[in-house]
C-alpha cells in the first residue's frame, strides 16, 4: 500500500523568506510524485510532479521540489514567499504504470500561511 | 493545459432528495476519472474510479448504490448522491486522467454539496 506523510499541520513563513513544506512517501517501486495546491472553496491546482530524470523539480509560481529517494522526501521549496502563496498544499503520491486507472494517495494537507 | 468543469459549483438539496453532480473534461478525452471526497479541513479520499463504458470501481466503505456513478463518454462523468442525508454534505471533487498521459490528473473546481 502507499501512503504520503505531511507532518506539519501548519506552516508559518515571514514574507520574503525561503518556505519549505516536508513531504515523505511510501510506494512499491519507483514512485510519482506530485505537488496540488488548494484555495478556499477550489479545487486541486498542480503544482509540479516528479516523473523520473533531474531530482530538482520546477514548477508553477516559482515553486520547486527536490526528490530525495534515500530519505523517501518530495519536499516543496521557494526561495521567497508571498503573501499570495497562503494556501492548502497536498503532496501526492501513485506507482510508476501504464495504467491512467492507478490511484493517487494524498497527505494530509500542510496549511501554508505567509506573514506580512 | 487540460480543463475538467464541474457542475454545478455548488448545491442545497433536502434531505431525503437525489443530486447529480457532472464532471466534464472539456479539451481531452478522459478514460479514466475519479471522485474524491472532502471534509473541511480535511484531505481528498478517494471514493471511486470510473472508465468510460464500465462499471465503476468503489473505494472500500463508499456505498456504490448511494453514489451512483455514470462514465457515459470519454468526456463526461456524473456522480448522483442518492437519497441524500444531512451527513452527505461535503465538498465533491473529480478529476481526469489523459489517455496518453497516463500518469497526471487534472481536477475539477470541485461541488459543494449541503444537505438540509
Known amino acids: 500500500a502507499q501512503s504520503v506523510a505531511q507532518p506539519e499541520d501548519q506552516v508559518n513563513v515571514a514574507e520574503g523568506n525561503p518556505l519549505t513544506v516536508k513531504c515523505t512517501y511510501s510506494?512499491?517501486?519507483?514512485?510519482?510524485l506530485f505537488w496540488y495546491v488548494q484555495y478556499p472553496n477550489r479545487g486541486l491546482q498542480f503544482l509540479l510532479k516528479y516523473i523520473t530524470g533531474d531530482n530538482l523539480v520546477k514548477g508553477s509560481y516559482g515553486f520547486e521540489a527536490e526528490f530525495n529517494k534515500s530519505q523517501t522526501s518530495f519536499h516543496l521549496k521557494k526561495p521567497s514567499a508571498l503573501v499570495s502563496d497562503s494556501a492548502l498544499y497536498f503532496c501526492a503520491v501513485r506507482p510508476i504504470s501504464n495504467f491512467g486507472n492507478e490511484k493517487l494517495t494524498f497527505g494530509t494537507g500542510t496549511r501554508l500561511t505567509i506573514i506580512p | 493545459g487540460a480543463v475538467v468543469s464541474q457542475h454545478p459549483s455548488w448545491v442545497i438539496c433536502k434531505s431525503g432528495t437525489s443530486v447529480k453532480i457532472e464532471c466534464r473534461s472539456l479539451d481531452f478525452q478522459a478514460t479514466t476519472m475519479f471522485w474524491y471526497r472532502q471534509f473541511p479541513k480535511q484531505s481528498l479520499m478517494l471514493m471511486a474510479t470510473?472508465?468510460?463504458?464500465?462499471?465503476?470501481?468503489?473505494e472500500q466503505g463508499v456505498e456504490k448504490d448511494k453514489f451512483l456513478i455514470n462514465h457515459a463518454s470519454l468526456t463526461l462523468s456524473t456522480l448522483t448522491v442518492t437519497s441524500a442525508h444531512p451527513e452527505d454534505s461535503s465538498f465533491y471533487i473529480c478529476s481526469a486522467g489523459l489517455a496518453a498521459s497516463s500518469y497526471e490528473q487534472y481536477f475539477g473546481p470541485g461541488t459543494r454539496l449541503t444537505v438540509t
Open positions: 470510473s472508465n468510460e463504458g464500465s462499471k465503476a470501481t468503489y
Open positions: 510506494v512499491s517501486g519507483n514512485p510519482y
